[in-house]
């Protein structure tokens, strides 16, 4: 699949940075840290599946996303965590490494975190085709979050 934006660097940067500390939070299961890194609309969007599966009030599941202390927040976070795992398997979530980050504009952007990268690993093959996580990146109060709903620009051509 080809991201979509245009590489600023050839380096990774802060962007990558942060999509590589929300897998690895996943991965680790601290979930209150990467529903921290999750764009306002990708928090409500989550919220809400999760009401709605469980037939819970989208008050207390609003509550429940912005009160670290409420008691239906690890439910939450427990959902969102096995949510995430049945696209990305755990396996896949070591040895990631981070690439330069694809930019559509100054607030969009696509972090691409390739699998399989070993210790001393700096660079990749130029070229070369790698299995890795894509994550649709906002720039939102200051800094990079995952925005998830942001999948909206990878448009598929159609066939004909």
Excluded at 29 to 38: F, K, P, T, V
Aim: glycine share 8%.
């Amino acid at each position: 699949m080809r991201i979509p934006g245009e590489k600023r660097s050839p380096f990774p940067d802060e962007c990558g940075s942060r999509a590589g500390v929300f897998a690895e939070a996943v991965r680790d299961g601290e979930m209150d840290l990467a529903w921290s890194m999750l764009s306002k609309e990708t928090r409500g969007m989550r919220m809400g599946v999760w009401a709605t599966r469980n037939q819970i009030n989208m008050q207390d599941a609003y509550r429940a996303g912005y009160n670290s202390d409420h008691p239906l927040r690890p439910a939450m976070l427990e959902d969102f965590r096995k949510t995430v795992l049945s696209l990305w398997p755990l396996e896949d979530l070591t040895d990631l490494g981070i690439s330069p980050t694809s930019y559509l504009d100054d607030i969009h952007a696509f972090a691409f975190l390739p699998f399989g990268m070993q210790d001393d690993t700096t660079e990749v093959e130029h070229g070369r085709s790698m299995n890795g996580l894509i994550l649709p990146m906002l720039w939102e109060d200051d800094d990079w979050q995952v925005d998830l709903p942001g999948w909206r620009f990878l448009e598929v051509p159609e066939k004909g």
